[in-house]
């Protein structure tokens, strides 16, 4: 029958379904709704941990991961949900661009969708609802901005601002009961960047054994190599050359060619211009008269046994991004040629001491007193592997969260203090909007005030009671106020010394935004026919 006998053609190809409406919308709503539920209980201080467990054979043990940061645990996923990959990308998203808050982004996305199917029940149509929320969005947003605070940048109020984030941001985290030590360590880490957001120049090197106590910052720069034998040990005011260049034999590089000779002293004349040029080469390295050559690539024996003869120390096969750090530490340049003697001032690198140390059973290079103090190096120590992974991924949250808060200056108080302000600011928004779109702002906030109700869950308390009063000290005019998960009471965020970064939150905020919006315009799912593999 055709389109008048009120059945549509077949568009689709056979295999291929298509879900329309409520089905669909049903659809997105359980798979987003099911990733937020999976994360919600690893929020807050008080969050559980996740064990992230391979199914491959003899994967059970070497890749087991023990985990409660949400971009770790989602990125482990596979889902075929298309709504449940949106609240994935964007927990990626959260994390490349702040580093933190990423399980806070996918668990607000879930609840604004939990909020927004209530109203779908309720015959309201979607793009009442989405208007609703981007009016309660700017609402909060401006509401968040309102209540940041910045200091200068130079001053001994920021220094203690950067302190209290690192400490609030590893709270949440397996190091939480050595946090003023570990907080202490990542801000003079990220001070030592001077400004600057390459996160390549801090060094976090894994150790096996020890405590995590242990673990400390080297003020120098510390380079997963040794030094190459018959090699000097110690060097003081060291000049480095850093390169990358080819030092094995200079051999004919075209693919297919041989080389015919009808004696032995040929091969041996072969060998004997090889060397010759090898040595060209040295002679124009020593031209720069480094103590230290620092070599992406690999050193045959020869041209090694020419530098170590005229006394310059050799570290080769050094990783391309340890040759950065070398590079940004001691202010040298990395080359490729060695034609430009007469620049060696600007082209060799300098530190006041250069040795081999030991770090558990592995033999390092340390680089201390460097011209540039950029770069550093944060050495773990663990009783496991599993445990300085989730160290690592901590540190490496909290250093992301610190330079994010070192660019933008703001910080606002946590203990959901901001969620609730916001929630606030949408509430009173909602009794001056008329129509539908006033339940749709109301719904935003009900959603943005289950991010301090789930944290009280998470440690045990009684979150109905604990966000009545809550609700109750900020009406009262305390504008510093918020959760003390300690002993689940109301405590003076500002006495607590709980400080988060304004631009994780906003960033959370304005993405979970727009991932529930996204959702909420779904009407239809299409899935095509699989591809069918043809036989020979």
Same mark, same amino acid.
């Given at each position: 029958?055709?389109?008048?006998?009120?059945?549509?053609?077949?568009?689709?190809?056979?295999?291929?379904?298509?879900?329309? *409406?409520?089905?669909?919308?049903? $659809?997105?709503?359980? *798979?987003?709704?099911?990733?937020?539920?999976?994360?919600?209980?690893?929020?807050?201080?008080?969050?559980?941990?996740?064990?992230?467990?391979?199914?491959?054979?003899?994967?059970?043990?070497?890749?087991?991961?023990?985990?409660?940061?949400?971009?770790?645990?989602?990125?482990? #996923?596979?889902?075929?949900?298309?709504?449940?990959?949106?609240?994935?990308?964007?927990?990626?998203?959260?994390? !490349?661009?702040?580093?933190?808050?990423?399980?806070?982004?996918?668990?607000?996305? %879930?609840?604004?969708? =939990?909020?927004?199917?209530?109203?779908? $029940?309720?015959?309201?149509?979607?793009?009442?609802?989405?208007?609703?929320?981007?009016?309660?969005?700017?609402?909060?947003?401006?509401?968040?901005?309102?209540?940041?605070?910045?200091?200068?940048?130079?001053?001994?109020?920021?220094?203690?601002?950067?302190?209290?984030?690192?400490?609030?941001?590893?709270?949440?985290?397996?190091?939480?009961?050595?946090?003023?030590?570990?907080?202490?360590?990542?801000?003079?880490?990220?001070?030592?960047?001077?400004?600057?957001s390459n996160l390549d120049y801090i060094q976090i090197i894994k150790i096996p054994?020890?405590?995590?106590?242990?673990?400390?910052?080297?003020?120098?720069?510390?380079?997963?190599?040794?030094?190459?034998?018959?090699?000097?040990?110690?060097?003081?005011?060291?000049?480095?050359?850093?390169?990358?260049?080819?030092?094995?034999? +200079?051999?004919?590089?075209?693919?297919?060619?041989?080389?015919?000779?009808?004696? #032995?002293?040929?091969?041996?004349?072969?060998?004997?211009?090889?060397?010759?040029?090898?040595?060209?080469?040295? +002679?124009?390295?020593?031209?720069?008269?480094?103590?230290?050559?620092?070599?992406? $690539?690999?050193?045959?024996?020869?041209?090694?046994?020419?530098?170590?003869?005229?006394?310059?120390?050799?570290?080769?096969?050094?990783?391309?991004?340890?040759?950065?750090?070398?590079?940004?530490?001691?202010?040298?340049?990395?080359?490729?040629?060695?034609?430009?003697?007469?620049?060696?001032?600007?082209?060799? &690198?300098?530190?006041?001491?250069?040795?081999?140390?030991?770090?558990?059973?592995?033999?390092?290079?340390?680089?201390? *007193?460097?011209?540039?103090?950029?770069?550093?190096?944060?050495?773990?120590? %663990?009783?496991?592997?599993?445990?300085?992974?989730?160290?690592? =991924?901590?540190?490496? +949250?909290?250093?992301?969260?610190?330079?994010?808060?070192?660019?933008? =200056?703001?910080?606002?108080?946590?203990?959901?203090?901001?969620?609730?302000?916001?929630?606030?600011?949408?509430? !009173?928004?909602?009794?001056?909007?008329?129509?539908?779109?006033?339940?749709?702002?109301?719904?935003?906030?009900?959603?943005?005030?289950?991010?301090?109700?789930?944290?009280?869950?998470?440690? &045990?308390?009684?979150?109905?009671?604990?966000?009545?009063?809550?609700?109750?000290?900020?009406?009262?005019?305390?504008?510093?106020?918020?959760?003390?998960?300690?002993?689940?009471?109301?405590?003076?965020?500002?006495?607590?010394?709980?400080?988060?970064? #304004?631009?994780?939150?906003? $960033?959370?905020?304005?993405?979970?935004?727009?991932?529930?919006?996204?959702? #909420? =315009?779904?009407? +239809?799912?299409?899935?095509?026919?699989?591809?069918?593999?043809?036989?020979?």
């Amino acid at each position: 029958m055709d389109i008048v006998g009120n059945v549509l053609p077949q568009v689709l190809k056979d295999e291929a379904t298509e879900d329309k *409406g409520e089905m669909a919308r049903l $659809q997105s709503f359980v *798979g987003a709704i099911a990733v937020a539920d999976l994360v919600k209980t690893t929020l807050g201080p008080k969050g559980m941990d996740k064990i992230l467990k391979p199914t491959g054979p003899g994967q059970e043990m070497t890749h087991i991961t023990v985990t409660n940061d949400g971009a770790t645990i989602l990125k482990s #996923m596979y889902v075929e949900n298309p709504a449940a990959k949106i609240l994935i990308e964007i927990s990626k998203t959260q994390d !490349e661009e702040v580093g933190d808050g990423t399980t806070t982004v996918a668990v607000l996305a %879930g609840e604004l969708l =939990r909020e927004g199917e209530k109203l779908i $029940q309720k015959r309201i149509h979607p793009q009442q609802v989405i208007a609703g929320w981007r009016i309660a969005r700017d609402v909060a947003l401006k509401r968040l901005r309102d209540i940041s605070t910045e200091n200068d940048i130079e001053s001994q109020e920021f220094h203690n601002d950067l302190l209290k984030i690192a400490r609030t941001t590893l709270s949440s985290k397996l190091i939480t009961t050595d946090r003023d030590y570990f907080a202490d360590l990542c801000v003079k880490a990220v001070l030592r960047l001077k400004g600057s957001s390459n996160l390549d120049y801090i060094q976090i090197i894994k150790i096996p054994g020890g405590t995590i106590r242990d673990s400390y910052l080297d003020d120098g720069f510390i380079l997963k190599k040794q030094i190459t034998i018959g090699c000097k040990r110690r060097i003081e005011n060291a000049k480095i050359l850093v390169a990358n260049t080819a030092m094995d034999y +200079d051999k004919i590089k075209i693919y297919g060619t041989k080389v015919k000779v009808n004696s #032995m002293d040929k091969v041996a004349e072969i060998e004997a211009a090889e060397k010759e040029k090898m040595k060209h080469k040295v +002679d124009k390295i020593l031209q720069y008269q480094p103590t230290v050559f620092v070599n992406r $690539q690999l050193i045959y024996n020869y041209p090694e046994q020419l530098l170590a003869d005229s006394g310059i120390t050799v570290i080769e096969h050094a990783d391309f991004e340890g040759m950065e750090r070398v590079a940004a530490a001691t202010g040298a340049e990395i080359l490729s040629t060695f034609d430009a003697p007469e620049r060696k001032d600007q082209i060799l &690198g300098f530190c006041e001491l250069i040795e081999e140390i030991m770090i558990g059973e592995e033999k390092m290079v340390k680089f201390s *007193g460097c011209k540039k103090n950029e770069a550093c190096t944060i050495v773990l120590r %663990g009783s496991s592997i599993h445990i300085l992974d989730e160290v690592d =991924r901590s540190i490496h +949250d909290v250093l992301c969260v610190l330079i994010t808060t070192v660019k933008n =200056r703001r910080v606002v108080w946590g203990g959901g203090n901001s969620e609730m302000q916001m929630a606030a600011a949408c509430d !009173e928004e909602a009794k001056r909007v008329q129509g539908k779109q006033a339940l749709a702002i109301e719904a935003y906030a009900r959603a943005l005030r289950q991010l301090p109700t789930i944290i009280c869950d998470n440690g &045990g308390y009684d979150s109905a009671e604990l966000v009545q009063n809550f609700k109750v000290e900020l009406e009262k005019g305390n504008l510093s106020y918020g959760l003390n998960m300690n002993d689940g009471s109301i405590g003076d965020m500002k006495e607590l010394g709980v400080k988060e970064c #304004m631009r994780v939150k906003e $960033q959370a905020l304005l993405a979970a935004s727009e991932a529930a919006e996204l959702i #909420m =315009r779904v009407d +239809d799912i299409v899935k095509c026919a699989p591809r069918k593999r043809e036989r020979a």
